[in-house]
């Protein structure tokens, strides 16, 4: 997809991969639609040319407030970029089921619901991409991140049926799955504090500008999947070929945690 021109809506734009996601695509020449909770971070983000739009995106009415205030302002929606999340630390036998609803309605629910909106409208015009952010623990199961873990799953087996939908409407789909990326997400994940370990960047982390570049070069490449860094693309190999050891591995790691907590 040539990005110049193109109106692009980016959730969770306010900070982390969303905010470099902003930057990248404006440098580009894309026209921004730009939402998250808080207009002071978004503000910080936005330029005067940017639409801004803040909300909470667990509330359905907002979001069709959402996709209609970007159409009245621009006319159209080129570029759907699903980025808003994250997680919860808890163990699957623990975890309070009110929270895991909460973080499903954000990691799954608002994206679905938005696509529904958005991509009658794409079809329409005959073209147009969603941008699903997953994870790799949306294709490899991390213990300490159960529940996150199954919702980002959810959202690549949306994208992958979404894909076979739209096949033969225009309408292209990408999934990417970040590594580590240096954000906040550790200090945003809820339930109990996550260990010292996972909260402070490791040597295979990479900047949220950096992650925001490998997205944006699958964007104009039209990419079904984006799996970044190369760390990543590797763990996901180990777990194809030895899955066994990866999981026992990935269990190791986790009582470890444990250990620490």
Request: aromatic fraction near 6%; proline fraction near 5%.
């Amino acid at each position: 997809m040539k990005i110049s021109g193109q109106v692009a809506l980016v959730t969770g734009a306010s900070s982390g991969i969303g905010a470099a996601l902003s930057t990248q695509l404006r440098r580009l020449g894309a026209r921004l639609v730009l939402t998250g909770r808080s207009i002071e971070r978004l503000s910080a983000v936005a330029l005067p040319e940017d639409l801004v739009i803040h909300g909470d995106l667990c509330d359905s009415s907002f979001r069709e407030t959402l996709i209609q205030r970007s159409l009245d302002h621009f006319g159209c929606i080129d570029l759907l970029i699903n980025n808003a999340g994250y997680g919860l630390y808890a163990p699957p036998t623990q975890a309070p089921l009110d929270d895991v609803r909460a973080m499903f309605e954000l990691n799954l629910f608002a994206p679905l619901h938005l696509i529904q909106l958005a991509a009658p409208l794409m079809k329409e015009r005959g073209g147009g991409m969603i941008v699903n952010i997953s994870s790799v623990a949306g294709r490899l199961t991390l213990p300490w991140l159960s529940m996150y873990s199954a919702s980002k799953f959810a959202l690549c087996a949306l994208s992958e049926g979404l894909r076979s939908e739209l096949s033969s409407t225009g309408v292209q789909v990408m999934t990417v799955c970040p590594g580590y990326v240096k954000t906040n997400f550790p200090q945003n994940v809820r339930g109990t504090a996550m260990p010292a370990s996972l909260t402070n960047p490791t040597h295979f982390a990479i900047t949220a500008a950096e992650c925001a570049r490998a997205i944006v070069r699958g964007i104009e490449k039209g990419d079904r999947t984006v799996v970044t860094p190369g760390s990543a693309r590797l763990l996901l190999l180990a777990a194809r070929l030895f899955p066994w050891q990866t999981e026992r591995f990935l269990a190791r790691f986790h009582r470890q945690l444990e250990q620490q907590a």
